[in-house]
């Protein structure tokens, strides 16, 4: 329906995307590549689907050099401790596969492929040498999937010397002490954990596969090894009301992490929780509200996306203006740096709270 889209690659793209530049090149036909859609004669046609990069090995380093990284691009405040600072991807799909909000569980499925330790270990070797690197930001919705696996990520760090900081994120049942310890002796500085809800029946509802008691356990455990927490939340999920958003405000305060965000509920069509939010509320089909910071979901328990951007707001007010946590902040500033990261960080929350 848009004029200005003529073709669009679904899934992976990496042998997609070679193989259309060429048939557009050597003007053959479309019909011949698979993972496309495309319009022709006013007709959408989709072809049939690309499998599955079996390999992640295979796929080149991103091509770095081609991207303006130290000039036009800014971090996140919370999420650097050292700059310049290099993303990684080194898996995908989900090996869990349950969570009702997760787009990995939907359409994708659960087919987990991870790339070698040894293939992610070259790669920060380069990014060190050509960029000057000092830290990772490992972005895999599950990075902390396999003991053995992360054992000898661990591992070659140390046989080659590498010291550098790095962070990544987990779910909550995939961590243990050991995992822990090695991973804090490596240079993970912080971990950033989906809590979603502190409510267990919206955690059930979610198929979230934890519980309450066992994320304090853990949460703990984190803190107890000098690992520091970015906690995610979410608000507005199907079945919430104000009450059970006020659980998880309470739940986030009592956890103490070193960061919380407050994500608004975001159905994504192809999701298991899209078709609860159908059932269950009233949901926006303007897609530019699908951000997780602007509210597109309306669970029957409120009245308005108005009320549910102030529930938003709130949350972060009561988690960020407590006296604990700004002493907390105040007194682990070690550099100018850290000036300027929480400064960034300031900004970023004024910007939620208006």
Known sequence: E???????????????????????EKKRSL??????????????????????I??????????????????????????????????????????????????????????????????????????IKDYGAKEISFWDDNFVVGEKWIKKFNELLKKENITISWSCSSRIDMLNEEI??????????????????????????IKKGTNLEQIKQ?????????????????????????????????????????????????????TEIYQDALASGSLLKNLDYYNSMTPAFVPEGYSSLDEVKKMQEKAFRRFYMRPKFIYKKLKSIKSFDDVKRYYEGFKFYIGFTR
């Open 31 to 52: 019909s011949l590549v698979k993972g496309i859609a495309y319009t022709y004669k006013n007709k959408i046609i989709i072809n049939p689907k690309r499998e599955y």
């Open 2 to 24: 848009n004029e200005f889209i003529d073709i669009i690659v679904i899934g992976e793209g990496e042998l997609t995307f070679p193989e259309l530049c060429d048939k557009i």
């Open 54 to 127: 079996k390999n992640l090995d295979e796929i080149p380093f991103p091509a770095r050099h081609l991207v303006p990284i130290k000039t036009k691009y800014k971090q996140l405040p919370y999420h650097y401790k050292k700059q310049p600072l290099v993303h990684m991807i080194t898996s995908r799909g989900c090996p869990y596969g349950k969570c009702t909000f997760c787009f990995e569980a939907g359409r994708l499925g659960p087919y987990y492929r991870k790339r070698s330790p040894e293939n992610v270990v070259e790669e920060i070797k380069q990014v």
């Open 218 to 270: 853990v949460v703990k455990m984190i803190q107890k090894h000098g690992i520091e927490i970015r906690a995610s939340f979410m608000l507005a999920l199907p079945g919430e009301t104000p009450e059970k958003a006020e659980k998880t405000i309470k739940f986030a305060i009592e956890l103490d992490p070193d960061y919380a965000q407050f994500c608004t509920t975001s159905p994504y069509d192809g």
């Open 180 to 205: 822990l310890k090695e991973m804090k002796d490596a240079g993970c500085w912080t971990i950033f954990i989906g809590v979603e809800s502190g409510d267990q029946d919206l955690l059930d509802r």
